[in-house]
């Protein structure tokens, strides 16, 4: 399960995942991973579009990350223009090229930015999809470019694996869209700056999620 979460995680393994095993013709298998660990993410401050660099620790998560997937044949890698995202990706190595999108940006907080994540007013108005959080980004908006974004990424990946390095709402709202998720349920789904899941999109079926276990995560099985 997503932990404590009601909708279906399948936990997947790098030994599965490597060599794309059993993968269908015409499947498009999204690798989706948040950049790694800022400052900000330590003290727990809403960065928004404010462009953040990676820590040492966000360096550290973004190696892991290459490691986890440097058996797998990468045929895109798509991240956002924040440099905290760009930056994981590029740590990545894949031979595959890099493309870096505004559409994949995360959520204009609005006045928000720079706030804490646990602020009342924002948690109170960001219930409300099309709150746009005077002068940000409603999450219906969000959506709205991730659904376009997505289109493009699709249209030029019908099948293979692609890699898509994005941030914590953005994430959110880029599994609202391929799971068909109310905005509610996907605000709730809290992806780690180190946790990888796996979106698989085959013609004719619903859509299939995976999430790598991690020692630190074995409590969400």
Known sequence: ???RRRFLVTTFVAAYVAIGAGQTPGTLRIYLARHGETDWNVI?????QTDIPLNAKGR??????????????IDAVYSSTLSRSRDTAVAIGAKAPLTSLDGLREQNRGKFQGAQNNDPEFLRR???PDDSLD???????LTNRVRITLDKIRKDHPSGNVVIVGHSVTNQMILRVLMNLTAQQAIKIDQANDELYLIELEPGTPARLWKLIRDKNLGDL
């Open 44 to 48: 727990g401050k809403m960065q928004g």
């Open 60 to 73: 550290s998560q973004a190696l892991l990350l290459r490691d986890t997937l440097k058996d797998i044949k």
């Open 135 to 141: 002068g940000g980004e409603s999450l219906n908006q």
């Open 1 to 3: 399960m997503f932990s």
């Open 126 to 128: 960001n219930q409300n």
